[in-house]
């Protein structure tokens, strides 16, 4: 059912698709060939020239503990990210999807988050929960429970998870609310008479309708999780305490940047390309095959 | 199985009422057909019965319980939808067992129900497949298949049939039809379509503006329709409505200045304005001396079996003098001819013109027999 277009002139296609070519070699295929080809040097301390050194970089990393453990604080943070930004969203967009007056208001305040910048966000969750500072931090002592996320890396890891997922809980909320509105009436109608309750009908009919958003939005806020938040951390934790927080690309950051170890940082840059790469794989061609009832 | 007893029942959307008081007694395993124009309310009905909507006053009884406070899982009924509402995420046999699972059935149990409702539709070699597999028929038999496995107190039909083709429609109210009588549940079926309204009800519901315009049999609804809305609405092509003056003994004055005098009919006092109303099938031709009503034909319909002339009184060329007669397949008319009709001794219809009520209970129209249920409708 594809149809297609034809063209008389022969360059005007390629007129047209200039534009985006262009936008994406320069800001896509240039720094990642740079980054590619960074990762087979090692420059020396003062930057003024580079040695060609093989896959080294590589095998230095990958046997390197502080990158393994890295990649283990990452996959924990994207994890609870994920799933803290979709179980929140998916509460409130089942409970707004009831709602019949003020839904717009609503709706526009929940939205909100999302326009709020990443770093913007972390400085604002600090003002709540630093230590030393955060109006949620002083009542918490009051009551007693222990709350350093300068000091303690678990406590830190969750200031950042909170901050991180609620910025996302906005988009998910959007994408579930519309998923839930495109459910059918009738079905939720249907499911009534046959005998469902509230709980059992949103498990066993509306949910499993949402899969395919589920899965988007799994692929969303993944990749949001991986790249998307290092603003967050670096306002909130820099990456600490210890290395506590110190994800993947914000180790990319500070191993290049802060630690000016180019070959390295290089290499983590091309490990997370495949990485990411591997990840958009999988879990389209999963939704290609399982999200179409 | 049961009785359903509608007494007075409301809805208010807003400030707007759309149904003014409807109140009705379905026996046991009756079939019932609402039938009515979009918007007239008969689906808002259906639905208050099923519980999807809340009953604004009036009280809705189900097998003898008051259901108006219960959810719709607690009405014991079973519904089918206009778009079938097949869970689209399920296979046939899934969507069939949905009910019996919550219910707690056992998986034996499950399986004999569903197998046993898949053989009565004819489903068996469809149960593993999903709804998006089937077509329009087939999926209308999952969705009966779905309300008939759990063998529900009453069966609520929403225009189950609109959304299929004008063959398959006409195979599937059959099956309905035979269904409903198999397993003899009562059922309430929801319809603008005439033709399914007279062929399944046992009785029906003719519904204008919220209101209940007549609850009898389909034959008695076609006899002695009780408004002149019921009269237009049953029947195809519509009954003629003629606007008529009384003249004492003589008759009804038409537009034309002509004098009608419709035969057995008691006429209603002079100087009333009434309607006359005679169905296209109740016109025949006659000789130009025995002529009650000359019609000038302005287009002829051929259909086979009949020939329709349609056109207007002679002398009256506005909207009130319009006119259908319906003449046999062989009838030699055509446009422009001037056409001498009678009106079938007992076939005209007399209503008031300004409440459009019928005029003196059996004034024209009733045949001899009356079925039972009309006859208590009517007490």
């Not at chain 1, 890295?70 to 509460?91: D, E, G, P, R």
């Not at chain 1, 005998?195 to 395919?212: E, K, M, N, Q, V």
Request: charged share 20%; glycine share 8%.
């Amino acid at each position: 059912m594809e149809k297609r277009v034809s063209f008389n002139n022969r360059a005007l296609p390629y007129l047209l698709l200039f534009p985006q070519l262009a936008v994406t070699a320069v800001f896509f295929f240039w720094p990642a060939g740079q980054a590619l080809y960074q990762s087979f040097l090692r420059p020396d301390p003062f930057g003024l020239s580079a040695r060609f050194v093989g896959l080294e970089n590589f095998r230095y990393i990958l046997t390197d503990p502080l990158y393994l453990q890295s990649f283990a604080t990452t996959a924990i943070f994207t994890s609870l990210v994920t799933f803290v930004a979709m179980a929140v969203a998916l509460f409130l967009a089942a409970m707004a999807d009831q709602v019949i007056k003020g839904s717009g208001v609503y709706r526009t305040l929940i939205v909100w988050p999302y326009a709020v910048a990443p770093a913007v966000a972390g400085v604002m969750w600090m003002f709540m929960l630093q230590p030393s500072i955060g109006v949620i931090a002083f009542y918490m002592k009051q009551l007693g429970i222990t709350w350093n996320p300068l000091l303690d890396g678990q406590d830190a890891m969750l200031l950042v998870v909170l901050a991180s997922a609620w910025k996302q809980v906005s988009y998910n909320f959007l994408f579930f609310l519309a998923g839930m509105q495109a459910v059918p009436r009738s079905l939720i109608e249907a499911a009534a008479i046959d005998g469902a309750g509230r709980w059992r009908r949103f498990w066993t009919i509306i949910f499993p309708l949402l899969s395919p958003t589920t899965f988007f939005l799994l692929v969303i806020n993944i990749v949001y999780a991986f790249f998307e938040t290092f603003g967050v951390i670096h306002t909130m934790t820099s990456g600490g305490p210890g290395r506590a927080t110190t994800t993947l690309v914000y180790k990319v950051y500070a191993d290049g940047f802060v630690g000016q170890d180019l070959g390295s940082s290089a290499a983590q840059s091309v490990i997370l390309m495949v990485v990411v790469s591997v990840l958009t794989v999988i879990q389209f061609r999963y939704i290609e095959r399982r999200v179409h009832y | 199985m049961s009785a359903i007893a509608i007494r007075d029942v409301r809805k208010t959307y807003g400030k707007t009422e759309v149904i003014h008081g409807v109140s009705l007694d379905i026996e046991d395993g009756e079939f019932i057909v609402i039938v009515g124009p979009s918007g007239c309310g008969k689906s808002t009905l259906l639905r208050m019965v099923a519980g999807l909507e809340t009953i604004t006053a009036g009280t809705i009884d189900i097998g003898g319980r008051v259901v108006n406070q219960l959810e719709p899982r607690e009405r014991d009924i079973a519904m089918v939808f206009q778009n079938y509402a097949l869970y689209p995420h399920m296979s046939v046999y899934n969507n069939m067992a949905y009910g019996l699972k919550i219910a707690g059935f056992s998986k034996a149990d499950i399986q004999a129900r569903v197998e046993k409702a898949a053989a009565m539709l004819q489903l068996q070699d469809f149960l593993d497949r999903k709804p998006r597999q089937l077509s329009g028929g087939q999926r209308q038999r999952v969705a009966m298949g779905r309300a008939v496995v759990r063998d529900p107190a009453v069966f609520l039909f929403d225009e189950p049939l609109s959304n299929l083709d004008a063959k398959l429609r006409v195979q599937m109210r059959l099956e309905i039809k035979r269904l409903q009588q198999s397993v003899g549940t009562t059922a309430l079926y929801v319809t603008h379509d005439q033709v399914e309204a007279m062929t399944l009800a046992d009785r029906l519901v003719v519904m204008h503006d919220g209101i209940a315009e007549q609850i009898d049999t389909p034959l008695a609804v076609y006899e002695r329709p009780a408004t002149t809305f019921v009269a237009g609405f049953i029947g195809s092509p519509a009954m003629n409505m003629l606007p008529a003056e009384a003249c004492g003994a003589d008759g009804l004055k038409l537009a034309n200045g002509e004098i009608v005098k419709p035969s057995e009919a008691p006429l209603p006092e002079a100087g009333r304005q009434v309607t006359l109303g005679v169905r296209p099938e109740h016109l025949e031709p006659a000789s130009e001396s025995a002529a009650e009503l000359m019609l000038e034909v302005s287009a002829v319909e051929t259909l086979g079996a009949d020939t329709l002339a349609h056109g207007h009184l002679i002398g009256v060329s506005n909207g009130d003098g319009e006119l259908v007669a319906r003449l046999p397949g062989n009838a030699k008319v055509n446009a422009g001819d001037r056409l001498p009709l009678a009106i079938e001794p007992g076939m005209a219809h007399l209503f008031d013109a300004e409440s459009g009520k019928r005029l003196g209970k059996d004034a024209s129209g009733a045949r001899p027999f009356r079925s039972k249920a009309s006859a208590s409708a009517e007490a």
